[in-house]
């Protein structure tokens, strides 16, 4: 697609420049245009009147005009006709110029004819003018001696607007290249390291090593980078401290809950010692989710290639083996490349939610040639579809939901979204007609 | 003399851990269950111990201050025998790879049951004891078969193109039991016994459903399979030729 206006930094540059030649260019133009005009009709007058006036001086001598011959001639008649194109500013100069000879004039006519609208005699004089230019149109002089009879001068009136126009093509093409190539040159200097400072601030991703931009261009331009440079590196140190501090909390919640977790076994009661225990195994998790998704922006783990289906079935299976009714359909082998923990996780989230809410749990995978759709679909409340949204803000829990017992602080829903769009992919929520969640996963097929 | 048969027989722990917290009472609950402890605060004094006593197990505390859990691990693999548990406080995939390959023989995530803790120190004790010479670690290394490879360390079947093939918790350990002894038969109840050291809730189902599964998975025909037969007469055997890595 070709935009109107240029966007990047070189193309308005060059644009605006281009422009600013170009007016430039038609002033001088219209100036060189003006100052010819005059030139032409100082050309054009002066020597008519001398001959003019030359022409009558020998008359006097008894050396009559001829009708054929000379650059002055007789006509019977105004050769002059309407259809011809009149010049009334030369004539007036000319009749100027005949009073200043002496020259008396009842009527002084000048105009171009075009092309078959005069025929140059085909004499000397004519063939003379004819040789050196050819294609011109015909200025025809016409004065009206007081005694009523007709002199005329005619002569080639070369039409050179067109040649003129070129010449002012060349020039400006000229300038162009003059001007145009050192200000794309420039301009290009500065755009290149921009661009690749968008393309090193688009790709920044917490989980590599900063890789530091080379300074190139301008000083202003590598001031810019060095202080990108700066900055990614201050981000990264900033995320390493947060993964250390997380790590340094998650030890530190998880050392007294161990030391808990080992002190309870000495509780005689067997229901009570099992509800500790569950609450531990609560807490812990819950330890899990948050550190997991604090950390979610730098995985430790690899994306690798796995089979989907065989993942999503696995983790069905493992709610299947605590009894759990969950359906799925091993489909085909669908291989993708993703971080198979973290996947592994997001999918035992979504279907933990359905069995709490609803019991069981509907599993399917539908693999087309674009994405993977992972569903999971319950039988349970659903959600009030203006709440469809906050749920999956951490820590959110519905009024109607029941889990207080069961636990659950609402980070599920997060974490599986974060893991999913850290993949590329989206989780949405939908109720389903006749009742109930359907929560989809779709994943890209790169 | 009768006394000192009766500590012979009792299996002596080396308790590593920093946190006295977890330490002590840990110690007393394993007192209870039958073993003769001895604890250690860090890696020194935990060094002291094994030189003073004949240790039996060590079960030992990756993050310590100092000189850390994996690096004495490492020690206790190069000049010797005994075998080790590892007490890890976070279930990062990268932690527990490590930990194996440094040699420990199991690991457990903290928070524990100790009960959990107890059953496994009596299955490592019973592989030592059964093995004479130290079995490789259940979860260390590769396995390569038919052209699958099961990683352990990662706990993933891996395909010919190199596209791994997450396995149930019940799946990868049947299929682990029988990868470790091919070409033998094994009985469902041996398979049960094999499997149930590890995560018992996994095991309420039967045997045979998951060898189904399994086949679904691996054999290219599974109404005809190749590589998990069947044993007439109860039982099932991996056919195929094992590699480990």
Request: glycine share 6%; aromatic share 4%; charged share 25%.
């Amino acid at each position: 697609m070709i935009r109107p206006f240029p966007r990047s930094l070189a193309g308005q540059m060059a644009l605006l420049v281009a422009l600013a030649l170009a007016l430039a260019q038609a002033i001088n133009f219209t100036l060189a245009l003006r100052e010819r005009d005059q030139f032409r009709r100082d050309q054009t007058t002066r020597p008519a009147a001398i001959r003019i006036a030359d022409a009558l001086d020998r008359e006097a001598e008894g050396r009559p005009i001829d009708a054929e011959r000379g650059r002055v001639r007789r006509a019977a008649a105004n050769p002059i006709t309407p259809s011809m194109e009149a010049q009334p500013a030369l004539a007036a100069e000319l009749r100027r110029q005949l009073a200043e000879q002496g020259v008396r004039a009842r009527h002084v006519a000048i105009a171009i004819a075009h092309r078959g609208e005069y025929v140059v005699p085909d004499d000397a004089v004519g063939r003379r003018m004819a040789r050196r230019r050819r294609n011109a149109d015909v200025i025809l002089i016409a004065v009206q001696q007081p005694s009523g009879a007709w002199l005329t001068i005619a002569g080639f009136w070369p039409r050179d607007e067109e040649r003129l126009f070129w010449q002012l093509v060349g020039q400006t093409l000229i300038l162009y290249a003059v001007v145009l190539l050192p200000v794309l040159w420039i301009a290009r200097r500065i755009s290149r390291p921009l661009k690749a400072l968008a393309i090193a601030a688009r790709g920044y991703s917490p989980a590599d090593p900063p890789d530091p931009v080379e300074p190139r261009g301008p000083a202003d331009v590598q001031a810019v980078i060095l202080a990108f440079n700066a900055l990614s590196l201050r981000v990264t140190g900033m995320l390493d401290e947060k993964d250390r501090m997380l790590g340094a909390i998650g030890h530190d919640l998880r050392t007294p809950l161990a030391a808990l977790r080992v002190r309870i076994e000495s509780v005689e009661d067997d229901a009570d010692r099992t509800r500790m225990a569950e609450t531990i195994a609560e807490m812990n998790r819950t330890l899990d989710d948050i550190l997991s998704l604090a950390r979610l922006g730098r995985p430790s783990e690899p994306a690798t290639q796995v089979d989907l289906g065989a993942l999503v079935d696995a983790v069905v299976e493992d709610f299947r083996d605590l009894g759990e009714d969950v359906t799925f359909d091993e489909p085909p082998r669908v291989a993708m490349t993703l971080r198979p923990s973290l996947m592994r996780r997001a999918v035992r989230n979504l279907i933990e939610n359905a069995v709490k809410y609803a019991g069981t749990a509907e599993v399917s995978l539908e693999p087309a040639a674009e994405a993977v759709a992972i569903r999971v679909c319950d039988r349970g409340p659903g959600i009030p579809v203006e709440r469809l949204g906050d749920v999956f803000a951490p820590f959110t829990r519905l009024e109607t939901s029941r889990n207080r017992d069961t636990g659950g602080i609402g980070l599920g829903l997060a974490l599986a979204r974060a893991i999913v769009e850290e993949a590329k992919g989206t989780l949405t929520l939908a109720n389903r007609d006749g009742g109930g969640l359907v929560a989809t996963i779709t994943l890209p097929r790169v | 003399m009768s006394q000192a048969d009766a500590m012979a027989d009792i299996p002596h722990l080396l308790l590593v851990d920093d946190e006295r917290s977890i330490r002590e009472p840990l110690a007393q609950y394993l007192t209870k269950q039958g073993f003769r402890v001895t604890q250690a605060g860090d890696a020194e004094s935990a060094r002291m111990r094994m030189a003073a006593y004949a240790i039996d197990l060590v079960v030992l505390d990756i993050m310590m201050p100092g000189e850390d859990g994996l690096s004495l691990c490492r020690h206790i693999r190069a000049t010797g025998e005994t075998p080790v548990i590892l007490l890890t406080a976070r279930a990062e995939e990268t932690d527990r790879i490590v930990g194996l390959e440094m040699g420990a023989d199991d690991y457990v995530v903290k928070p524990f049951s100790p009960r959990e803790l107890a059953a496994r120190i009596k299955v490592v004790l019973r592989r030592t004891a059964a093995g004479g010479t130290r079995q490789h670690a259940p979860d260390a290394g590769s396995y390569a078969f038919a052209g699958w490879v099961l990683k352990t360390g990662e706990r993933t079947l891996v395909d010919r193109e190199g596209v791994s093939v997450p396995l149930s918790t019940g799946e990868y350990n049947l299929l682990l039991a029988l990868v470790q002894r091919p070409r033998q038969v094994l009985t469902r109840d041996q398979l049960l016994d094999l499997t149930q050291g590890r995560e018992a809730a996994a095991f309420d189902r039967a045997i045979d459903n998951q060898v189904s599964r399994l086949r679904r998975k691996i054999e290219a025909d599974p109404k005809a399979p190749d590589i998990i037969k069947t044993v007439w007469g109860g039982g099932y055997a991996l056919s195929a030729e094992v590699t480990r890595l």
